[in-house]
C-alpha cells in the first residue's frame, strides 16, 4: 500500500501526537523473563588496566575491575591499533584523551557489573575524536560508544567509520538497576561535519537485558553538504524499557536530534542519509528526524508487532517512522528532511495510521510542508513476532551475499 502525501492529510486528524512520545494505557504489561543469562566472559588470564602514551599496536587481555578505572586509557594523539584484544571492565573499556586517532579491529568486549553503584562502562569513551575505525569487534554488555563533540584543531578533518561489529545489550543502568544518564548503542555528540560510516552492524537487544535510548543517536552532528554520514545496512533489534511497565520511554532504533539552545544551521544535525536498514521490535519508534536539515530516511525496513518476544504485549510501541520537531530548532532550520520509499508496519495501541491498531508515520501538525513521509509503503495486517523474525533470515542472506562476516572473525 502507498501512502500519499493527500493520504496523510487526510489521517493526521487521527494522530495524538503526544510530548516526547510518552504513552500510557490500560493494557497489562506482562514481565519478560530474561531468555539467556548475562554475558559470559570467557577464561582468560588478564593482565591489569593498561595506559597508553604512545602509538603503536597492542595485543592483549585487559581487565579492570574498578568501575572508575577503564581497562585501556588511551594518552595520546599518535595512531593507536588494537587488535585480537580480550577487553573486560566494570566501567569504560576504552578511555580517551582528545584527538586521538585509533583503529580499533577484530577484538571482545565484555562489560561488567558496575561497583560503587556506577553505570555500566561504555566500550568506548572518545572525547573529541579525530579519526576513528571500529570494526569487526564483539560488543557485549557495556554502555554503548560515546564520540563525545569534535576535534576543534584548524582544518580537521573527522571521519568515524564504524561497521561489522556485534553490539548486544547496551545498558544504562546502576548496579541498583535504577537508570542513570542516557547511554546509545552508538552516541555521537556534537560531532559536526564529520565523515564516514555507521554500517553492517547488527545490534541486538533483549528486554530486562538492556536498557538503552536509541540504537543509533545523532545529536548536534552529522556530516557535511556534498558528504553526508551514511547510516546504511545495519540490522537492529530491540529498544525497551526498563522496568518493562514504565510509562515513559524514549528510545529508538536511529534518532537524529539536537539541543535547541546551541544550534545554529553550521552546528545541528545535518546531513546524513540513513538507508537499507532494518529496524526491528523497538519501543517508542523505529527511526526519528527529531531536528535538523538535510536528513534522509530511505529504503530502510521498519517492523514492530508491539509484543515482546514471549508474546506478552505492550503499549510502549508508539510510531514507525517519525518526524517533528522534538528539539525545538528554528523553523528555518528544520528544512530539506525526508522520508520515502521505507517499507513499515508498526503495531501501536488505538493508533489507525494507516490500518487499525498501526501507526507507521508520526508527523506533527504544523511540520507537514517542511517533513513529510511520501510514498512508503506499508505492509499488510497483522504485524506479528512471525514477521519480525523472518526478517533475521533475511539479513543473514544479505551478509552472505555480500561476503561479509561480522564481530571478530578473520
Known amino acids: 500500500m502507498k501512502l500519499t502525501y493527500v493520504t496523510l492529510l487526510a489521517c493526521l486528524g487521527l494522530l495524538v501526537v503526544l510530548g516526547a512520545c510518552k504513552r500510557t494505557s490500560d493494557l497489562p504489561i506482562e514481565v519478560v523473563q530474561p531468555d539467556e543469562p548475562v554475558a559470559v566472559v570467557p577464561d582468560s ?28 586509557s588511551i594518552y595520546t594523539t599518535e595512531p593507536v591499533e588494537l587488535t585480537n584484544c580480550l577487553i573486560v571492565g566494570a566501567g569504560d573499556l576504552i578511555k580517551c584523551v582528545e584527538a586521538t586517532n585509533l583503529n580499533i579491529h577484530h577484538n571482545n568486549f565484555y562489560g561488567l557489573p558496575p561497583n560503587l553503584n556506577d553505570q555500566w562502562g561504555r566500550v568506548l569513551n ?42 548486544r545489550n547496551t545498558d544504562k543502568r546502576k548496579s541498583d538497576l535504577t537508570g542513570g544518564e542516557e547511554r546509545s548503542a552508538i552516541q555521537f555528540n556534537t560531532v559536526a561535519k564529520v565523515g564516514g560510516e555507521i554500517s553492517w552492524n547488527q545490534f541486538e537487544n533483549l528486554p530486562n ?42 528510545g529508538s532504533g536511529i534518532t537524529a536530534d539536537g539541543d535547541a539552545s546551541s544550534n545554529t544551521m553550521e552546528t545541528m544535525s545535518q546531513f546524513v542519509n540513513a538507508y537499507n536498514n532494518q529496524v526491528i521490535s523497538t519501543c517508542n519508534a ?24 514471549n508474546g506478552a504485549r505492550s503499549d510502549r510501541f508508539w510510531g514507525g517512522c517519525c518526524m517533528w520537531n522534538a528539539a525545538q530548532v528554528p523553523a528555518a532550520f528544520f528544512i530539506n528532511n525526508s522520508i520515502k520509499d521505507n517499507t513499515i508496519g508498526y503495531v501501536s495501541t488505538d493508533r489507525v495510521f494507516p490500518q487499525p491498531v498501526r501507526q507507521d508515520f508520526v508527523v506533527v501538525p504544523g511540520n507537514i510542508l517542511s517533513v513529510r513521509p511520501n510514498d512508503n509503503i506499508a505492509l499488510p495486517n497483522p504485524i506479528t513476532l512471525e514477521v519480525e523474525n523472518a526478517e533475521l533470515p533475511k539479513w543473514k542472506a544479505k551478509l552472505t551475499a555480500n561476503n561479509i562476516v561480522l564481530g571478530n572473525v578473520r
Not at 597492542?58 to 572508575?68: A, C, F, L, V
Open 45 to 72: 588470564v588478564f593482565q591489569g588496566p593498561l595506559i597508553i602514551t604512545s602509538g603503536g599496536k597492542y595485543t592483549g587481555n585487559y581487565k579492570s575491575s574498578d568501575s572508575k578505572i577503564p581497562a585501556i
Open 126 to 167: 572518545d572525547y573529541r575524536p579525530h579519526t576513528l575505525v571500529f570494526e569487526h569487534n564483539f560488543v557485549e554488555h557495556t554502555g554503548g560508544i560515546l564520540l563525545d563533540h569534535k576535534d576543534t584543531a584548524a582544518n580537521a578533518v573527522i571521519t568515524v567509520t564504524i561497521r561489522y561489529n556485534i553490539i
Open 209 to 250: 537485558r538492556s536498557f538503552l535510548l536509541h540504537n543509533i543517536n545523532l545529536y548536534n552532528s552529522g556530516g557535511k553538504s556534498g558528504e553526508p554520514y551514511l547510516i546504511h545496512d545495519n540490522y537492529i533489534k530491540g529498544a525497551y524499557p526498563f522496568p518493562l511497565d514504565a510509562n515513559y520511554y524514549v
Open 286 to 309: 523505529g527511526m526519528n528526524i527529531a531536528g535538523g536539515h538535510d536528513i534522509h530516511f530511505y529504503n530502510n525496513t521498519i517492523i514492530s508487532s508491539g509484543k515482546y518476544s
